[in-house]
């Protein structure tokens, strides 16, 4: 690994930054500041990140669209896969920490809050996505059937918008905010695809 190499570096700092959540995560939790009630903060944190890995993983392609730097998309598994990683440590929080794998109370919980269906289904998609995501498995599916696989991660992501805005009681602000940004990146492709299309009619 040449660290001369800017995409190498470009990796690395997007490696850095993408694991500075759980760094921080673990430097609160060891000084004892994740508040009044410790697993409520890690339920909240874990699903912010994740959304957020979300919506920075699908910023990658306009973003190499709009600068034509090639190599940026050479980061966008690296974010998907620390999305997953956010994702599965929010899945655990509540399965263990909240729940206990108690199978009857996470019933009637999920019966108390839907919302907690439409993230539990945005995650088992997310499983396939992380599970193909090498370039063997790439080569394994043909790059067409992989990149229609890898569509799922619009639904994915209009879930975890749904999730989010669900559970907020009064102010929708911030869902408000995610579902606004990833509009403009949904729109973005839309627009993209319709102008493909027309040029080659
Ligand atoms: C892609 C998948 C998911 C995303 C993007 C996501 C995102 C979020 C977000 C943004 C929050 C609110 C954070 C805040 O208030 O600051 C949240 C809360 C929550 N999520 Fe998820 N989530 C996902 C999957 C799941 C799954 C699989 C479960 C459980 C099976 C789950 C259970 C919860 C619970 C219990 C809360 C807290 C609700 C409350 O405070 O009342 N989420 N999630």
Redesign the pocket.
């Given at each position: 690994m040449a660290l001369n190499d800017p995409v190498t570096r470009l990796k690395i700092l997007v490696f850095l930054l993408a694991g500075f959540p759980l760094a921080w995560l673990v430097v609160l939790a060891i000084n004892s500041q994740l508040g009044a009630n410790p697993v409520?903060f890690i339920?909240?944190f874990t699903?912010?990140w994740?959304?957020v890995g979300?919506m920075l993983t699908l910023t990658v392609t306009p973003l190499r669209q709009l600068t034509g730097y090639a190599h940026l998309l050479r980061i966008r598994r690296m974010l998907g896969l620390f999305t997953f990683f956010y994702?599965s440590l929010?899945?655990i929080t509540?399965?263990w920490l909240?729940q206990f794998f108690d199978l009857h109370a996470i019933i009637k919980d999920v019966y108390k809050?839907p919302f907690?269906t439409v993230?539990?289904i945005?995650?088992l998609l997310?499983i396939p996505l992380a599970v193909t995501s090498s370039n063997a498995m790439i080569r394994r599916l043909s790059a067409k059937r992989w990149q229609s696989l890898h569509r799922l991660v619009y639904v994915?992501a209009i879930?975890?918008v749904i999730?989010?805005w669900w559970?907020?009681k009064k102010d929708i602000r911030?869902p408000l905010i995610y579902a606004g940004i990833l509009t403009i990146l949904l729109g973005w492709r839309v627009i993209r695809r319709q102008r493909a299309f027309y040029k080659s009619r």
């Open positions: 409520e339920t909240h699903g912010t994740t959304l979300l994702a929010h899945f509540y399965i909240d809050r907690i993230g539990f945005a995650y997310l994915i879930l975890g999730h989010y559970l907020v911030q």
